[in-house]
Antibody
């Protein structure tokens, strides 16, 4: 059974940093692109970042370029999102997702940006 | 980036109705379109990919059609569990997979 489990969310002050993790199991992790999608309270889905199966290609939505870094450790079946210079508008539930289309999603981890 | 526009944003319907949601792309995306269903407090669920292919386990009352810039999601004979928010997503641009703004289907 495919499982994606996010962790690392929490409360952070504006300007702070946070590192999200997504532990994957039940599939050959290094065969699939992986993604981060966020959803602000009461809002729609926003595609934040993606990374190719070998980690060689990445994508960031404009609003996070230069502040977020996506990476993966294929030896540990884990996806990461390093988030810096956090803003109130980054506050959301962050989901990791597998493949293209996004066949599987994690349960999400909440990032709260507040002083 | 490719933009997706869904219509309507809100849709009121009843159990047993047939409903259609439209998704328009800002440029041709061939058939690289997926549809997701999301219920409150839950992660989205993949319903349809490649514009018209039903994901395994999804009831056959869901169907998708279209290509190029215009796509539709149709739900026949609405069931109580179908009341949710639906999103389209383009997968034409590698790793730049934008979503539509969503359509909330309510009673």
């Amino acid at each position: 059974e495919v499982q994606l489990v996010e962790s690392g969310g929490g409360l952070v002050q504006p300007g702070g940093s946070l590192r999200l993790s997504c532990a994957a199991s039940g599939f050959t992790f290094n065969s699939f692109p992986m993604h981060w999608v966020r959803q602000a309270p009461g809002k729609g889905l926003e595609y934040v970042s993606g990374i190719s199966s070998d980690g060689g290609r990445t994508y960031y939505t404009n609003s996070v370029k230069g502040r977020f870094i996506i990476s993966r450790d294929n030896s540990k079946n884990t996806l990461f999102l390093q988030m810096g210079s956090l803003r109130r508008e980054d506050m959301a539930v962050y989901y990791c997702a597998r493949g293209a289309p996004f066949e599987n999603w994690g349960q999400g981890t909440l990032v709260t940006v507040s002083s | 980036d490719i933009q997706l526009t869904q219509s309507p944003s809100f849709l009121s319907a009843s159990v047993g109705d047939r409903v259609t949601i439209t998704c328009r792309a800002s440029q041709s995306i061939s058939s690289f379109l997926a549809w997701y269903q999301q219920k409150p407090g839950k992660a989205p669920k993949l319903l349809i990919y490649a514009a018209s292919t039903l994901q395994s386990g999804v009831p056959s009352r869901f169907s998708g059609s279209g290509s190029g810039t215009e796509f539709t999601l149709t739900i026949n004979s609405l069931q109580p569990e179908d009341f949710a928010t639906y999103y389209c997503q383009q997968l034409y641009s590698y790793l730049s997979y934008t979503f539509g703004q969503g359509t909330k289907l309510e009673i």
